[in-house]
């Protein structure tokens, strides 16, 4: 139990890590996470690479609907014109990876304001379709502008590289994308220490009282629209470069659904719940498929039952979890927290 736990400054009050044991916890996280790739086989890395992209994503969802309260349908499309603007980049220019990430990002931050003007007029599910709109306007873009995209054969990326050094291998890669989202998530945590970032909780809350208070309402939506674009931007050029190719199949609604699943059950408004969160979308299906080859092993015949009790059974989890447990995940991991604060005494 923690006992004299007091602050006797405000930058340590404000710190992302209190305490001497939950900056030791951290050291031992990013440890382990360092060793990772060098125990873990193809496919363990193939999905640690997989929820990192995805995670970056997730991150500026969140802070789009969890932290300012915008409904957006349209994320899997910003994420593919950040894809798509850093292959053209890197195939066309040939620019170097480090040049061509952000500038996806930044053409997807464009393309996230001109989609959020809209959110000054409509909210909710207005929104919500305004945003599905843009979804289905950007998928088009993507499959029909061939002399840009490619068409539905897409573009072919060559591996990142630096000088001397290439990322041509998951093992490589892996410290760029885990890099890259350990420098976002930290980024958004500290968003929300900033006025921007209570600007975008006052929105959230109400934003006709933010207004009165002096938020500029039409800033802040664009603002929050920028910001969570840019993190899909980013997400879809590190996409690029973890599969070396990006064709319009990567950025449909469906992936839209699927990050709105991510920062529902991790926990809205919460940077760590959208880890958690997105580890459990993307690994738990993943878990259920090897179990159905299990099964299928053992019962040839019952592969015709197992198969499509995979996806509802997913779905029963994700329904019963916010059920029982609507704050997500991230609920979960404070009351653990509490609970060894307390330890060995009750609440």
Partial sequence: ????????????????????????????????????????????????NLVGVLAIGALGLNILTGYTGQISLGHAAFMGVGAYATAVLATRLSLPFWLSVPAGGAAACLAGAVVGVPSLRIKGLYLAIATLAAQVIFEW?????TGLTGGIRGLNVAPARLPGFRFDTDRRIYFLIQGVLA???????????????????????RDLSAELMGVN????????????????????????????VVTPENFPLSLSIQYLAMIIVGGLGSVPGTLLGTVFVTLVPEGLR??????????????????????????????????????????????????????????
Wanted: hydrophobic share 55%; charged share 15%; glycine share 6%.
């Fill in 183 to 205: 420098l976002h998530a930290y980024g958004a945590a500290n968003l929300f220490r900033t006025r921007v970032g209570r600007a975008f909780v006052a929105v959230r809350d």
């Fill in 217 to 244: 309402l039409f800033r802040t939506k664009i603002l929050a629209f920028m910001v969570s674009s840019y993190y899909a931007g980013i997400a879809g050029g590190l996409w690029v470069y973890f599969t070396k």
């Fill in 290 to 347: 090897s179990l159905t080859q299990v099964a299928q092993a053992v019962a040839p015949g019952a592969m015709a039952w197992f198969y499509p009790m995979r996806d509802i059974v997913f779905g029963a989890m994700i329904v019963g979890f916010l059920v029982f447990e609507p704050h997500g995940l991230a609920e979960v991991w404070n009351r653990i927290r509490r609970f060894f604060a307390l330890w060995p005494f009750p609440k």
């Fill in 141 to 145: 873009v993507f499959t029909n502008w």
């Fill in 1 to 48: 139990m923690r006992i004299g736990d007091y602050k006797e400054s405000y930058a340590a009050d404000e710190a992302l890590f209190r305490t001497p044991t939950a900056r030791a916890w951290l050291l031992v996280l990013l440890a382990a996470l360092a060793v990772f790739p060098f125990l873990a086989g193809d496919y363990l890395l193939y999905l640690a």
